[in-house]
């Protein structure tokens, strides 16, 4: 298996965005005090992601079996079926920006540093999905994730990180919880049609939604 970290994912988040996604006006003194965090974040903050180029050894109907951890996901087994190439890979806001965060005690602040993480996840997952757009794929690039389905635990974290000498900084906790809490992990895949876990996912009124719930799909 290849493993490729990429460190040097630029953060560069303008002010409209930024005070778009806290839904402040422009002109405020909230949103002044918001763009100059977000400045003082922009000098600080290192978005990282890793992934792994690896091929599934065997397959059953529930499970993939990828460099000898067996990955339990009926799902999973199903959406790869077309292909044997697959890229598990660790995104991540970064500690140098957590760090950073975890000095900031007034409430406001603190809201809009939570912000700035997340948008710091966002440029990470952004620069990993670039690069693997860059190597020419066949076909539409789809990404699941342990935790997000009940069809595959969070517990399959832990075998997930096993397959990396190089986490980005991210550490799982007991829990299978990430720290950065602002980072994500899962399986990039490539098939016919793209599937999001958000079609499956009946949760309301989720900000973060990409596609409408379809149980039946
Ligand atoms: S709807 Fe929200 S919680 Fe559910 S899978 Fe999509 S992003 Fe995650």
């Not at 003194?29 to 792994?52: D, M, N, T």
């Not at 806001?93 to 710091?120: H, N, R, V």
């Not at 000498?165 to 950065?180: A, E, H, Q, R």
Request: glycine share 4%.
């Amino acid at each position: 298996m290849i493993e490729t970290a990429l460190e040097n994912i630029p953060f560069e988040i303008n002010d409209s965005q930024f005070l778009l996604s806290l839904k402040l006006p422009e002109g405020s003194s909230e949103a002044e005090e918001a763009v100059q965090l977000l400045k003082e974040a922009c000098s600080i903050a290192r978005p990282k992601a890793v992934y792994i180029e690896a091929y599934i050894e065997s397959r059953t109907e529930d499970a993939v079996v990828i460099d000898g951890q067996t990955f339990n996901s009926r799902l999973l087994s199903i959406n790869t079926k077309s292909t044997h190439r697959l890229f598990p890979y660790i995104a991540t806001c970064g500690i140098e920006i957590e760090q950073w965060a975890g000095s900031i005690t007034d409430p406001l602040k603190a809201y809009f540093s939570d912000m700035i993480m997340q948008l710091a996840l966002k440029s990470a997952v952004n620069g990993l999905v670039k690069h693997l757009t860059e190597k020419r794929l066949r076909g539409k690039l789809s990404c699941m994730n342990p935790g997000a389905l009940k069809d595959w635990p969070i517990s399959e974290q832990k075998k997930l990180f096993s397959l990396f000498t190089n986490t980005v900084g991210v550490k799982l906790t007991d829990s299978f919880l990430m720290i950065p809490v602002k980072s994500s992990s899962g399986i990039y895949f490539t098939s016919d049609k793209k599937f999001e876990n958000c079609e499956l996912c009946p949760r309301e009124n989720c900000p973060s939604r990409r596609a409408a719930y379809r149980p039946d799909c």
